[in-house]
C-alpha cells in the first residue's frame, strides 16, 4: 500500500514511518495538513494516517476534503487523536473517516487496522476492473448489432448514429435524466431499429400511409422485436425496454403498448424525438429553417410540448452553426443600421419574426428587442459577416 502519514510531531512521524515501512508498505510523510494535501494532489495514496491536531488545516478537515474530492481510486482513511469520548469518535467518523484510534497507539492494533484498510482498498479495485471488463463487453456488443444494422442497411445504421447523438444532446438538457441515464439512453438510441434488420426493405420505403395491413403490421413490430433482440443480454434490459417504447406517442396513439404522456419513459420521448427530427432533415428533407412549423404540428400530439421546446432549441442552434461560416452572432443592443439578417428569426414557439437578408434599420432593430423583452426570442441574431462594420 501507498500510505500517508501526516503529523506534526516528529517522533510519532519517524516511529510509525519506520514500522509501516517494516510492514512492507511504502511510506510518504507529511508535518501538517497542507503538506498532506498537496501530497494527495500529486502522488497516488492508497491511504490515510493521520493525527487530528496538527496546525493549518487539522485531520479532520483534511479527511472531509479528500471525501468531498471524490479521488477517483477509495483512499482509506485512519483518524489519530487522543480525544476518546463517543462524541469526537462519532463527528471523526461522520466525516468521512474510515476507522479511529485513540493514543497511545497500540502498534499491534495498527497493524491488524491497516490490513483491514487494505483488504477494502484491494476488493475496491478488483471490483473496479470487473466493472472495466463488463464495460468493455458491453461497448463491443453495441458496437457489433450497430456494425450488424449497417450491414442491412447503411442508411439505417447512419440514422441510428445521429439520433443517438440527438438524443444524448437532449438528455443533457432536460431535467429528468440523470447522469447515470445517459449511457442507457444512448445505448437505446443506437439500437432503436435494430428490430428492422428482419424487415424488407421494399416495405421500409413505403410511408405507413401507404402499407397495407400486413406491411403496417409486420413494420410495427420492429419495437417489440428490437427490445427481445438486445433484451437477451441481462445488462441492456434497460435499454430494451426504451426500444420497446420509442414509437410510442404523447396522445397515446402510437405502438406497441399504447403509452401516453407520462407514462411513455423520458428516454423513450427524447430518442422518439431525436428520430422525428433526424428523419425530417435526412428522409423528408426539411429544412433547418422549416423545421420549427413541423414541429410544431406534433407538439402535444406525438411529442410532449417540453420534448418540442428541447428540439427547438438544437435546431435554433443548428441554424447559427449553419449559418455562423458567414455570419457572427449579434447581441441585440450591438446591433446597426445597414446590418443584414443571416438566417431567418422565429420565436420560441417557431413562429416566423424576421427572414434571413433583411437589412435592419432603427424600426427592425426596435422589432426585435421587443420580442426579446416579452421572452419570444433570444438575445443574440446572426449578422451577416460582411454588413458589419469593424
Partial sequence: ??????DDDPVTLKLLSSRLCAWGHTVHQAADGNTAWETIRSTPVDMVISDWMMPGMDGLELCRRIREHNEPGYIYLILISAQDSKTEIVRGLESGVDDYITKPIDMDALHARIEIGARIVNLERTLNRKIEIITVNHIQT???????????????GGHCRRTADLAVNLAGSHPGVSDADIPIIET?????DIGMVGIPKSILNKRRTEMVENERQLYQSHAAMGARIIGEIEIMKPAALLVRQHHEQYNGKGFPDGLAGDDIPVGAQLISAASIYDNMIHKGKISLDSIAESLQRIRGYQLSPFVVELLLEINVAQQHDLARKR???????????????????HMNT????????????????DKLKHFNNIGAITNKVLIRKSTVRR
Fill in 142 to 156: 453495441i458496437r457489433m448489432f450497430s456494425r450488424m444494422m449497417e450491414v442491412v442497411d447503411d442508411e439505417l
Fill in 327 to 345: 455570419a457572427e452572432e449579434r447581441q441585440l443592443d450591438e446591433l446597426k443600421a445597414g446590418m443584414v439578417i443571416a438566417a431567418n428569426v
Fill in 350 to 365: 417557431g413562429a416566423f419574426v424576421m427572414a434571413a437578408d433583411t437589412e435592419l434599420d432603427d424600426h427592425s432593430i
Fill in 1 to 6: 500500500m501507498n500510505i500517508l502519514i501526516a
Fill in 188 to 192: 437505446a438510441a443506437l439500437l432503436h
